[in-house]
């Protein structure tokens, strides 16, 4: 089978060429074997009517080939737009996959699935507009990002502060600027990495950056203006959330929406956790990456641990693999 045909992508993409060709080619056929038959005893008008079918056959097959040859070179530009090749992985979500998300959204939000629907395929293109036009990536599955940034702004957050633990490249922070500003809040940005030049996940070892683009404080700045006037006027914060001196800095203020996706080791996620518990607003969004991906089992590890003790945190659901929570006051 050739390899264009075993991927899902190509196969939806050409199903309707393979429809067509069932309908031109299938039908045909079956007339022509009975016309083959009645040649075959020497009826003379037969043999012309078969002649003319097998005409008219050549001539489909040869628009057909030219169909094929168009949608297979449509598909490569589709491929490079979407496909996983220098980013986290593919962001070619199925229609069910898609509606799973959908589902999960409103369910975690408790809002209508046609906003879940609507702010789900706004962040889908966010996502790909800022990976086509910024410098790295953003971390994570397409259903696990587009989740994060659908579900935070229907959430209703307190108020606009944002504080992200873990930025990376600074494009998933500047894709949720533009999901709450869309949703009519203006937010201010806090982020936190020690922005060390490679990304720092303790207890892993350091593969290659898919995208080779360096994880620096200029990159993330760049990325950041893509979120608007609110990406450059962020505060980025050099250092681990556990630092004292980051920990003082950053405490200035309760935040609206905490998004815990820095260090992911199970200490790491407890530590992020007993922070966020201090400096959350009364109803603000504790936003927890990664949590039940069996990659990173100290997510989910530290949270139900910190969430079986005396917490201001109250447990909303999932979005593929992130945990929602809410403060108390
Ligand atoms: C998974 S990436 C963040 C991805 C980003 N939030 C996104 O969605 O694209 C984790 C980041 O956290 C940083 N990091 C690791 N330990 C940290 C810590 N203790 N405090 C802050 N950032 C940390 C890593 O260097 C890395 O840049």
């Avoid at 007339?31 to 040649?39: C, E, M, N, T, V």
């Avoid at 094929?68 to 979500?93: H, K």
């Avoid at 950056?209 to 203006?225: F, M, Q, S, Y």
């Avoid at 914060?237 to 920990?247: K, Y």
Wanted: proline share 5%; net charge neutral.
């Amino acid at each position: 089978m050739s390899s264009l045909f075993k991927n899902p992508v190509a196969r939806r993409l050409l199903r309707p060429a393979a429809s067509l060709v069932d309908q031109r080619v299938q039908r045909p056929v079956s007339r022509l074997r009975k016309d083959l038959d009645r040649a075959a005893y020497g009826d003379r008008e037969a043999r012309e009517a078969l002649r003319r079918e097998l005409d008219g056959l050549r001539e489909e097959l040869g628009s057909l080939r030219e169909e094929v040859t168009g949608l297979r070179v449509r598909q490569f530009a589709f491929d490079l737009l979407f496909e996983r090749v220098g980013r986290s992985g593919n962001r070619t979500p199925t229609r069910q996959e898609h509606e799973e998300l959908v589902r999960e959204i409103a369910a975690v939000s408790g809002k209508d699935a046609r906003f879940a629907r609507r702010d789900a395929a706004a962040a889908f293109r966010s996502v790909i507009a800022l990976e086509s036009l910024g410098l790295g990536r953003l971390a994570g599955t397409t259903a696990n990002v587009c989740g994060k940034l659908a579900a935070i702004p229907l959430l209703d957050p307190p108020n606009g502060d944002v504080l992200e633990i873990g930025t990376l490249f600074g494009l998933f922070s500047a894709a949720m600027l533009r999901m709450m500003h869309r949703a009519g809040v203006e937010p201010r940005l806090t982020v936190v990495d020690p922005l060390a030049g490679s990304q720092l996940q303790p207890g892993t070892a350091s593969g290659a950056e898919p995208t080779g683009t360096p994880v620096r404080l200029d990159v993330v700045r760049a990325n950041l203006a893509l979120g608007g006037t609110a990406g450059e006027l962020a505060r980025v914060h050099q250092g681990l959330s556990g630092d004292p001196a980051v920990r003082e800095a950053v405490s200035d203020r309760k935040y609206g929406v905490i998004v815990v996706d820095g260090d992911h080791t199970a200490a790491g996620v407890a530590a992020d956790l007993e922070w966020a518990e201090l400096i959350a607003a009364p109803g603000g969004i504790v936003v927890l990456d990664d949590y039940g991906d069996p990659g990173w089992a100290g997510v989910q590890e530290a949270a139900d641990e910190h969430l079986a003790g005396p917490t201001r945190f109250e447990m909303l659901g999932r979005v593929a693999t992130s945990a929602f929570l809410r403060a108390r006051d």
